[in-house]
């Protein structure tokens, strides 16, 4: 039976907010329901390749390989070549889109983990892409700049892709108690609308990142992690309803 094989593309032009982090949840939770997913990382520091199982080493021209986390999850790895083409436009943005039409059909989604830069591989993911996610971190300066991502986002659907859909906001790394996280998500709220903002928001927690750092999926720690798989779970689910609507 074809898959749903829609395309997401999770970005933010600012580093560290969580796109790598949100998009590995995403696929974690993926995995976990027995869902297919293929991640393409479009950062030319291949944070999300490594995590998967890979070493973004050697120039070689985009493919998909299986990740190490189980047959449900395929990569598209990162090359330090990328980085050229950011700053360097000449790839047509459809080419990427036409690659990822192709294979999509595999897969229950693909999820595009973006650079931190509104350039040329940006474009080409949102060219690729059907749904847009928009990563923001409350802390103060995350939501700076919220208005050039959806710029980015209106630009592309212009001139390149108008089956392009702005789908939410995820909001990562909430601190458990914080009157400031508090105030900036009163902030978000009031610059995206309460619809867009999509529900849980991922908490921070010592787990996420030591799941990154031991290349794991989240949901492998069991009880430990069971909070936050809870919410990829969840985050997952909107995603996939996201693909229908
Ligand atoms: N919810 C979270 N809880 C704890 N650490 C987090 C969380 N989200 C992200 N991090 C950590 O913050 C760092 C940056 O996250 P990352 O996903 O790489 O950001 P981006 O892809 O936007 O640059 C990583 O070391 C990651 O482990
Ligand atoms: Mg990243």
Redesign the pocket.
Known sequence: MARMGRIAALL?Q?????????TLGLASAAAHAGHRVLVVDL?PQG?STWVLGHDPAADQPMMIVPSHWGPEVDVVPSTPGLHDHDHHPGEPPHHLRRALHRVAGDYDAVLI?CP?SLGQLTTSGLTAADLAVI?VDPAALGLRGIGAVADAIDHVWDNHNADLELAGVIV??VPAISAEADRRYDELTRIVGRKAIWQPS?????I??QA??ERRAIHSYGARSAEVSEVFDKLWAKLRKAARS
């Open positions: 933010n600012k580093g560290g907010v969580g796109k790598t982090t949100v950062d944070s983990d931190p990563v990562n790394r991922v908490p921070q927690r010592v996420v990142n990154i750092g």
